[in-house]
Nanobody
C-alpha cells in the first residue's frame, strides 16, 4: 500500500492543524493505521493509532486530549486532528499502515508515507 501524507505547515502555539494520509494500492480497511513523528537527531515516536474500522484508538500520553485520530474507509484516508499545539509538537509527521492492529512501535508497521512537516511557533 502507498501512503501520501499532507496538511503540515506553520502554526502558532495554541492553534490547530489537521493532517491527512491517503492510501492507495490495497484495500484500506484491511489495515490498521498509525501516526508517528520525528525530530532531527531523535528516534521516531508513536503518536496515535486506529483499528481497521475506526475503533481501538490509542494515543501517546503527550498528545492525549489534544490530538484525535480518525479514518474514512470510503476515502481511504486517515486523519490526525491536532489542537492546542505546542512548540514541542514540532516534527515531521509520518503515517503508517500494517495489517495487524495494536502496534505502537515503529517496527510494527510495514508501510510508511513520506512525512509532512509541522512547525509550531511560540
Amino acid at each position: 500500500v502507498q501512503l501520501q501524507a499532507y496538511g503540515g505547515g506553520l502554526v502558532q502555539a495554541g492553534g490547530s492543524l489537521r493532517l491527512s494520509c491517503v492510501a492507495s494500492g490495497r484495500t484500506f480497511s484491511n489495515y490498521a493505521m498509525g501516526w508517528f513523528r520525528q525530530v532531527p537527531g531523535k528516534e521516531r515516536e508513536f503518536v496515535a493509532a486506529i483499528g481497521w474500522s475506526g475503533g481501538g484508538r490509542q494515543y501517546a500520553d503527550s498528545v492525549k486530549g489534544r490530538f484525535t485520530i480518525s479514518r474514512d474507509n470510503a476515502k481511504s484516508t486517515v486523519y490526525l486532528q491536532m489542537n492546542s499545539l505546542k512548540p514541542e509538537d514540532t516534527a515531521v509527521y509520518y503515517c503508517a499502515a500494517d495489517p495487524a492492529y495494536g502496534n505502537t512501535h515503529v517496527q510494527g508497521y510495514r508501510y510508511w508515507g513520506q512525512g509532512t512537516l509541522v512547525t509550531v511557533s511560540s
